[in-house]
C-alpha cells in the first residue's frame, strides 16, 4: 500500500493496536518517532520483527512441556528482551512518540477494558512500549497475565475489543472535545468530520474455518455420531450441540468465533459513524496454519509462505478498493 500510495504512513495522526496489532503498530509509531528511516524501510522493519516474534513463540521441549501440564508458556522473559532492543522499543514510552497512541488491554484487577493512551485526557505517558505492548498481548492459558508495574494486572486486549477502531474512534472524538471550546458552531457533527479510520486485519480463511483436519478428529466425530443421542456437527439437521460438539470443531473455531464474531459489528459501527471515511481491509489468511508454523517450526517456512500469501493479495479486488479509498480519502489534504 505505501508502494502504491506514498505518504499512507506518514499522513497517519493515530495508531490503535490490539494483541500482535499493537505490537506492530508500536513499533511503527517509534520508527515514526525517531524519524531516521524511510516508510518503505519502517515496513521492511516491521516485517522483521514479525518474523523475530515467530522466533520467541518457537515451542521448546520445556514450553511444551508446561503448557500439556496447565501452566502458561514461559515467554515473557524472551518476549521481554526482544522487545527492550534498541532497534525495537529500548526504552522508549508512550511519551515520547509524536504520533497519538492506544494500545487496548483488559485490567484484570478492575475487571474492565483499559485503553493506554499517549494523549489527552487520561494520558499514560509513563508506561514503556514494552510494557504497553506486554499488557495488550497477555493472551489467557498461554501467557502469564501482565503486571504493569502500576498495581494492576492485564490480559490480551483481544478479549475486549480485537477490532481497535472504535476504541480509536471514541478516543479522537474525546481528544476533539478536550481540547476544543464546545458551543453551537462546533459540536459532535463537527467533531466526526475531522475524523478518518482506516482498519487493517485479517480473518481465517473458509477453507480452515469448515474443514475438519486429522484422522483422530475424523474418527472422534464418527464414533460419537454413532453413539451421541444429542447430534454432532455433520449430523445432518441436527444442531442441538453440546460442549463436545464445540470442542471437534475445526482448530481454534470457538476461539476465533469469541474473539472475531464483534470485528465485523465494530466496523459496521464505524461505517454508520463515518460512512466513507471509514474503511477496513481484512483479506482472509491461512492463519490456523501460520500459528502451527510458528509455534512448531523455524520461521523460514513461515516468512515464505506469508511472503507468497502477502504477493497474491496483490491483485484482488479489496486491495484494489484500498488503493483507491486511500487516494480518494486518506490522502487528500
Known amino acids: 500500500m505505501e508502494e502504491q500510495r506514498p505518504g499512507t504512513l506518514e499522513k497517519t495522526e493515530m495508531f490503535a493496536g490490539t494483541s500482535d496489532g499493537a505490537f506492530m503498530t508500536l513499533y511503527l509509531a517509534a520508527r515514526l518517532a525517531e524519524g531516521n528511516m524511510e516508510p518503505l524501510e ?42 527492550s532492543r534498541p532497534e525495537i522499543y529500548g526504552d522508549l514510552t508512550l511519551g515520547d512518540l509524536d504520533r497519538m497512541m492506544l494500545v487496548v488491554t483488559f485490567d484484570a484487577f478492575n475487571w474492565r477494558p483499559c485503553m493506554l493512551r499517549s494523549f489527552d485526557p487520561m494520558a499514560r505517558p509513563e508506561i514503556t512500549l514494552v510494557d504497553a505492548a506486554l499488557a495488550s498481548s497477555a493472551f489467557p492459558m498461554l501467557l502469564p497475565l501482565h503486571n504493569g508495574g502500576d498495581g494492576n494486572f492485564y490480559l490480551d486486549g483481544g478479549v475486549v475489543a480485537n477490532n481497535p477502531a472504535m476504541g480509536a474512534l471514541s478516543s479522537g472524538l474525546q481528544y476533539l472535545r478536550w481540547t476544543e471550546a464546545q458551543d453551537d458552531e462546533n459540536g459532535e457533527s463537527d467533531h466526526l468530520r ?140
Open 194 to 333: 475531522q475524523m478518518t479510520v482506516f482498519s487493517l486485519g485479517s480473518h481465517v480463511s473458509k477453507s480452515e474455518r469448515t474443514t475438519v483436519t486429522g484422522k483422530i478428529r475424523k474418527g472422534l466425530l464418527e464414533m460419537l455420531i454413532a453413539i451421541d443421542p444429542w447430534g454432532v456437527p455433520g449430523a445432518p439437521g441436527d444442531m442441538n450441540w453440546g460442549w463436545t460438539q464445540w470442542i471437534l470443531r475445526p482448530p481454534a473455531f470457538l476461539t476465533d468465533l469469541l474473539l472475531q464474531g464483534s470485528v465485523a459489528q465494530t466496523s459496521f459501527e464505524c461505517r454508520q459513524l463515518l460512512g466513507r471515511r471509514f474503511h477496513r481491509y481484512t483479506p482472509p489468511l491461512s492463519q490456523l496454519q501460520e500459528a502451527a508454523t510458528a509455534f512448531f517450526r523455524d520461521r523460514a517456512p513461515l516468512s515464505q509462505d506469508l511472503d507468497e500469501q502477502a504477493a497474491s493479495l496483490c491483485g484482488q479486488t479489496g486491495m484494489s478498493e484500498t488503493l483507491t479509498w486511500l487516494e480518494s480519502e486518506w490522502l487528500v489534504e
Open 42 to 83: 519502517m515496513i521492511d522493519g516491521c516485517i522483521e520483527f514479525s518474523n523475530r516474534l515467530c522466533e520467541v513463540l518457537h515451542a521448546t521441549f520445556g514450553r511444551t512441556l508446561r503448557l500439556l501440564l496447565g501452566g502458561p508458556l514461559n515467554l515473557s522473559r524472551d518476549l521481554r528482551d526482544l522487545l
